[in-house]
């Protein structure tokens, strides 16, 4: 079977609220890494498939600012429902980032 990108789109969308419970938040050592590669001043950071907005919250409460992409509306909406001025939210998959290249300096995938 072909890989189907609009099926796992719609399938995300569908488990919000189940998502938003089983995810409370990531492992602090993961947001103490990123603290500790990102080595400029006013970083901006992009939390690609960034879900209900979880890791893009507990980055930002770190100081960066941060832009979380992903192509669910639904995702983005719940992500949108916690107000935090660092944080903004766009619908857009990974490979269709609104940004330059060269916008962001590191890259960070938990599975590698």
Same mark, same amino acid.
């Given at each position: 079977?072909?890989?189907?990108?609009?099926?796992?789109?719609?399938?995300?969308?569908?488990?919000?609220?189940? =998502?938003?419970?089983?995810?409370?938040?990531?492992?602090?050592? *993961? *947001?103490?890494?990123?603290?500790?590669?990102?080595? *400029?001043?006013?970083?901006?950071?992009?939390?690609?498939?960034?879900?209900?907005?979880?890791?893009?919250?507990?980055?930002?409460?770190?100081?960066?600012?941060?832009?979380?992409?992903?192509? +669910?509306?639904?995702?983005?909406?719940?992500?949108?429902?916690?107000?935090?001025?660092?944080?903004?939210?766009?619908?857009? +998959?990974?490979?269709? *980032?609104?940004?330059?290249?060269?916008?962001?300096?590191?890259? =960070?995938?938990?599975?590698?």
């Amino acid at each position: 079977m072909p890989f189907q990108k609009d099926n796992i789109h719609r399938n995300f969308s569908s488990v919000v609220k189940a =998502y938003e419970k089983a995810r409370h938040q990531y492992p602090n050592e *993961i *947001i103490e890494w990123c603290k500790s590669v990102i080595k *400029i001043d006013h970083p901006l950071v992009l939390d690609v498939d960034c879900g209900t907005g979880i890791s893009t919250r507990q980055l930002a409460d770190t100081g960066f600012e941060v832009v979380g992409p992903d192509p +669910s509306r639904e995702m983005i909406a719940k992500a949108a429902e916690v107000k935090n001025p660092l944080c903004k939210y766009v619908v857009a +998959s990974a490979e269709l *980032i609104p940004f330059p290249n060269h916008t962001t300096s590191k890259w =960070y995938n938990q599975y590698r």
